[in-house]
């Protein structure tokens, strides 16, 4: 097993010195879905909401969250992102919404958790905003697919499952 890089040598929780490596072009795609009734997926689909434009407000929310990980998740660096997106499938047939993220920068550590915070707060967002029309809606599957870059290189969730031959995506 690895070393616990978020430890210091006594135990302690520490953010990871990455100062000594090199500046690379990184960058991570994670993917989530909202499930919900068929009634209300038409509405978000139609901009029938009452709340507003539930996708466009989730893609705010996303790259806001993106840009606000490090105050968010503990020991996180902050990091000149370059480039974040958030798209969205309306899935009919599972009668969800599908949020992907992808997140770039230039720096010295890699994006993925600016890309799981970016889907899971997009996903936050669109339940909040459709909470009134269905409160069971299902928030699920955050993930990494992919990340590029750094010392570890290149990933992919496709690739990993295969690799590992458990088949699992």
């Avoid at 295969?162 to 995506?169: L, M, P, Q, S």
Wanted: aromatic share 2%; net charge neutral; proline share 4%.
């Amino acid at each position: 097993m690895s070393e616990l890089t978020h430890l210091d040598k006594d135990g302690r929780a520490s953010m990871v010195d990455v100062g000594h490596k090199d500046t690379t072009s990184r960058e991570a795609v994670a993917e989530g879905s909202v499930t919900m009734a068929p009634a209300t997926l038409a509405a978000i689909r139609d901009g029938a909401v009452p709340k507003g434009d539930v996708l466009s407000s989730a893609r705010i929310a996303g790259i806001m969250a993106a840009k606000r990980t490090p105050d968010l998740i503990p020991l996180c660096h902050p990091l000149p992102l370059t480039k974040i997106s958030v798209e969205f499938e309306i899935d009919e047939q599972a009668s969800r919404v599908v949020i992907v993220a992808t997140v770039r920068c230039n720096g010295r550590t890699g994006v993925e958790m600016e890309a799981l915070t970016a889907v899971s707060v997009a996903a936050l967002t669109i339940y909040d905003m459709a909470k009134a029309l269905e409160k069971r809606m299902t928030i699920g599957g955050v993930r990494l697919l992919e990340k590029r870059g750094g010392k570890s290189g290149d990933w992919q969730r496709s690739a990993a499952a295969a690799a590992d031959g458990d088949g699992k995506t």
